[in-house]
């Protein structure tokens, strides 16, 4: 691929967008071959992915805005499709994905963050929402996904004003998680994804889907996709194995071992 670049590492793949000479921007090539790297992740191999940035500047600095600024209003309203319909299959890819932000998230770049699931940056990372100054609304899920992760009133503040926040502002309003000085970015987002692909996959995949669903619905529907969730976990390999792996700890504390879940 020219602009997509994929790696696995053992459970953890790693894809990141590069396109060095526009700082990431999304155009519709990128979009197109995003869309194939995730079609082609192996999910029995990989258990956890990581999105990230070519380069030390930019992790996306947005959508191309040579590309758009051109486009008549059938092109713009299908170009803001394919990156919905693109940044919805990340937020619904059954695995976790952490975002490992290295510089620029502007505009289309906040938004691909907001659709996943973790979002951890490096100290250089700059986010905001700039398109009300470029005549435009955030067209890949800002107004959504931000005021979901840190409230209407902050996202409405960030979005009207297309003021940009630093790593530091982004981790005191929640927009994320952890903070890193650049070179130990991705040694951190690969120790958590290896962390994660450790767990019982199919437990985590269920979590995602929980969360993600539980979040659009009242308590009481979310609690009944919580209930059928959890109990689509029993009789499964790794749920026997990891309880019984307890038991064993309680038994003889000799006997413990690391599990090693199988995904069934
Ligand atoms: N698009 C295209 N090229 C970009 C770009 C972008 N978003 N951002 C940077 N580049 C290119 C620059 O043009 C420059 O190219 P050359 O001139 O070297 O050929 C190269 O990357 C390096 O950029 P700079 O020289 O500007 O680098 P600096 O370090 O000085 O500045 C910067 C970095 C990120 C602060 C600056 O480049 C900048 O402000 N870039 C624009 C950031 C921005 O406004 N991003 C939001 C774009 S709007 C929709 C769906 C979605 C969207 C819209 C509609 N529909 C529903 C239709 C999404 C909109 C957006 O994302």
Known sequence: MGFIDYEVDGAVGII?????????????????????????????????????????KSFVAGADIGAMSTMTKAEGTAFGKKGNDIFLKIEKFPIPVIAAINGFALGGGCEISMSCDIRICSENALFGQPEVGLGITPGFGGTQRLARLVGAGMAKQLIYTARNIDAAEAKRI?????????????????????????????????????????????????????????????????????????????????????????NE
């Open 174 to 262: 929640g927009l994320v998680n952890e903070v890193y000085p650049l070179a130990d970015l991705m040694p951190a987002a690969k120790k958590m994804a290896a962390g994660i692909a450790g767990n019982a996959p199919i437990a985590v995949r269920a979590c995602k889907k929980a969360i993600n669903e539980g979040l659009q619905v009242s308590i009481d529907e979310g609690v009944a996709i919580e209930e059928e969730l959890f109990g689509n976990c029993f009789e499964s390999y790794d749920q026997r194995e990891g309880m019984a792996n307890f038991l064993r700890k309680k038994d003889d504390p000799k006997k413990v071992r690391k599990v090693a879940f199988k």
């Open 16 to 56: 990141t967008i590069n396109r060095p000479k526009a700082l990431n921007a999304l155009n519709e090539d990128v979009l197109n071959e995003l869309e194939q790297a995730f079609d082609a992740v192996d999910l029995s191999v990989v258990r956890c992915l990581i999105l990230t940035g070519a380069g030390e």
